[in-house]
């Protein structure tokens, strides 16, 4: 009596199982789809640290072919204190991008590089302590255009990521080693 529904229950896991996806999809493949999550800073080795927090999401329209949509804010985390320091400023600067760009790789690693064009938010309140306190308020909104690398690690429904991004838009502060470049490690779902 008890065989039967075992007999049942067996038959139909082997029958789910030629619907079912037996294998994730590979980053390079057209059915990849993933979001990430990651932190950061300005850059590898720029002073001062200003941290970020951004979101990618990839979709993958083709063989070795993306799309993809990138949002980044970035924000000063400590609040210096005025009566200790000379100059005190304030920032805050938000990113939001879509792009096209290559993908390659296997199951367990994927190198992704974008070109991003999208508006930039920037503001920041500077000041110094002096007797009048004269201070520097900047507010913009202005385009975006950027280069974005991305490294995927992993096999799993989750995996390791690390970004670098590289703004070209103004040219003369890319020239200038000015630019607003971050680096981020985070995390990322396959979707």
Same mark, same amino acid.
Do not use: C
């Given at each position: 009596?008890i065989?039967?529904?075992?007999l049942?229950? @067996? ?5 789910a @199982? !030629?619907?079912?996806?037996s294998?994730?999809p ?6 990849f789809?993933? !979001? /990430?999550?990651k ?14 927090v ?8 083709g063989p070795h072919l993306?799309? $993809?949509?990138?949002? /980044? ?5 400590f609040?210096p204190?005025?009566?200790e ?8 600067r ?10 390659t ?12 064009a ?7 309140h500077?000041?110094v ?5 004269? /201070? @520097? $308020? ?5 385009? /975006?255009?950027?280069l974005?690398?991305? !490294? ?5 429904q989750?995996?390791?990521?690390f970004?670098?991004?590289?703004p ?6 890319l020239?200038?080693?000015e630019?607003?470049?971050?680096t ?8």
């Amino acid at each position: 009596m008890i065989r039967f529904p075992l007999l049942i229950i @067996l038959l139909f896991g082997r029958f789910a @199982l !030629l619907f079912a996806q037996s294998s994730l999809p590979a980053f390079a493949s057209k059915e990849f789809r993933s !979001l /990430e999550v990651k932190a950061g800073k300005n850059g590898l080795l720029q002073m001062p640290v200003i941290p970020n927090v951004n979101v990618l999401y990839q979709r993958n329209i083709g063989p070795h072919l993306a799309a $993809v949509f990138y949002s /980044e804010a970035a924000f000063s985390a400590f609040t210096p204190n005025p009566e200790e320091e000379y100059l005190v400023r304030k920032y805050f600067r938000w990113v939001g991008t879509a792009g096209l760009g290559g993908t390659t790789g296997k199951k367990g690693i994927g190198n992704s590089l974008f070109l991003l064009a999208g508006g930039r938010y920037y503001h920041s309140h500077a000041y110094v302590q002096e007797d009048l306190m004269p /201070e @520097l $308020v900047t507010s913009r909104l202005m385009p /975006e255009l950027g280069l974005l690398y991305d !490294l995927k690690i992993g096999k799993k429904q989750t995996y390791f990521s690390f970004q670098h991004y590289i703004p070209l838009h103004p040219f003369r502060m890319l020239l200038a080693g000015e630019g607003f470049r971050t680096t981020s490690l985070g995390i990322g779902v396959r979707l």
